[in-house]
Nanobody, 123 residues
Framework: QLQLAESGGGVVQPGGSLTLSCVLS????????IGWFRQAPGKGREGVSC????????YYADSVKGRFTISRDSAKNTVTLQMNRLKPEDTAVYHC????????????????WGKGTLVTVSS
């Protein structure tokens, strides 16, 4: 059974950096595309970034392009989201999801596996 666990959130000042990790267990990472999604209080869910593990193709939302980098480590069954030059509007709970469909569209309407990790950008 597939399980995902997010970690790495925290409190950071504007302009700072954080690295989020999504660890998969139960099935090899190579079968999937992985996506990071976020939801801020009072706002809708946003697809932040997705990666097709098989070929490394990536997608970034315009709001994070040039600041965030998604990468995968198949040996560790982990997908990482490096977040640089963070802004207050990046504050949200970040979740990861895994499904082949994410290679075609970085969107997710189903429930997430984990509780997510909270990122707070504040001075």
């Amino acid at each position: 059974q597939l399980q995902l666990a997010e970690s790495g959130g925290g409190v950071v000042q504007p302009g700072g950096s954080l690295t989020l990790s999504c660890v998969l267990s139960g099935l090899p990472l190579d079968y999937y595309a992985i996506g990071w999604f976020r939801q801020a209080p009072g706002k809708g869910r946003e697809g932040v970034s997705c990666i097709n593990v098989a070929d490394g193709a990536t997608y970034y939302a315009d709001s994070v392009k040039g600041r965030f980098t998604i990468s995968r480590d198949s040996a560790k069954n982990t997908v990482t989201l490096q977040m640089n030059r963070l802004k207050p509007e990046d504050t949200a709970v970040y979740h990861c999801a895994a499904d082949p469909s994410l290679a075609l569209s970085c969107s997710w309407t189903r429930d997430f596996w984990g509780k997510g990790t909270l990122v707070t950008v504040s001075s």
